[in-house]
């Protein structure tokens, strides 16, 4: 079982907004450590899509925001488009592990 | 632009080595701002981080506790890529292997892993 627990899955049709949920604990999320998203599409690796809670790499495009509080984190799509259709992970560091520690997983479909 | 490209053999029988190379362009291995990661994912168990190593004057290694008394990360300067060694494996340890960097140059924390490499798929069989 992931440390840090994601919805399995979240849907929404084009250009509505979803929210994808990552909830830790105190020794992950609520210890301060920062949160990373990642996108992956089917046979390939994961992509960084937001850095350090709230940062978009270059490139993502802005529809794609994240954000922090307590020992949770969201990932927050607007302008749902059919490409977006992908699996989507959190990540952050967890100390009872003292190591990387990731989020399970949310299959996004785009209606 | 950095690259990571892995190699290795696709199956491993059980009891033996998994073996992986994950070969650096565009950065290297000695880099004092990175680290170099090995991350697996399966069905299972999902990302999984496995360990990485680092050069911060001298050579680091982080291990998951999950792994911890089978793992081996290592550099080699000469080639500029690192590899990973999982001793003892089992089924259980079939998944899909990545390498990955860490750009440790923010103020974040845990480094977010910025390039990864194309993924290994290792089965665990006999």
């Known amino acids: 079982q992931s440390v840090l627990t994601q919805p399995p899955s979240v849907s929404g049709a084009p250009g509505q907004r979803v929210t994808i949920s990552c909830t830790g604990s105190?020794?992950?999320?609520?210890?301060?450590?920062?949160v990373h998203w990642y996108q992956q599409f089917p046979g390939t690796a994961p992509k960084l899509l937001i850095s350090?809670?709230?940062n978009r790499p270059s490139g993502v495009p802005d529809r794609f925001s994240g954000s922090k509080s307590g020992t949770s984190a969201s990932l927050a799509i607007t302008g749902l488009q059919a490409e977006d259709e992908a699996d989507y992970y959190c990540?952050?560091?967890?100390?009872?592990?003292?190591?990387?520690?990731f989020g399970g997983g949310t299959k996004l479909t785009v209606l | 632009q950095v690259q990571l490209q892995q190699s290795g053999p696709g199956l491993v029988k059980p009891s033996q080595t998994l073996s992986l190379t994950c070969a650096i362009s565009?950065?290297?291995?000695?880099?004092?701002?990175?680290?170099w990661n090995w991350i697996r994912q399966s069905p299972s168990r999902g990302l999984e981080w496995l360990g990485r190593t680092y050069y911060r004057s001298k050579w680091y290694n982080d291990y998951a506790v999950s792994v911890k008394s089978r793992i081996s990360i290592n550099p080699d300067t000469s080639k500029n890529h690192f590899s990973l060694q999982l001793n003892s494996v089992t089924p259980e340890d079939t998944a899909v292997y990545y390498c990955?960097?860490?750009?440790?140059?923010?103020?974040?924390?845990?480094?977010?892993?910025?390039?990864w490499g194309q993924g290994t798929l290792v089965t665990v069989s006999s």
């Open positions: 105190s020794s992950n999320i609520g210890a301060a450590y920062d």
């Open positions: 565009g950065d290297s291995v000695s880099s004092n701002s990175a680290a």
């Open positions: 350090g809670n709230n």
């Open positions: 990955a960097r860490a750009a440790e140059g923010s103020s974040w924390f845990p480094s977010p892993f910025d390039y």
């Open positions: 990540q952050s560091y967890d100390s009872s592990l003292s190591g990387g520690a």
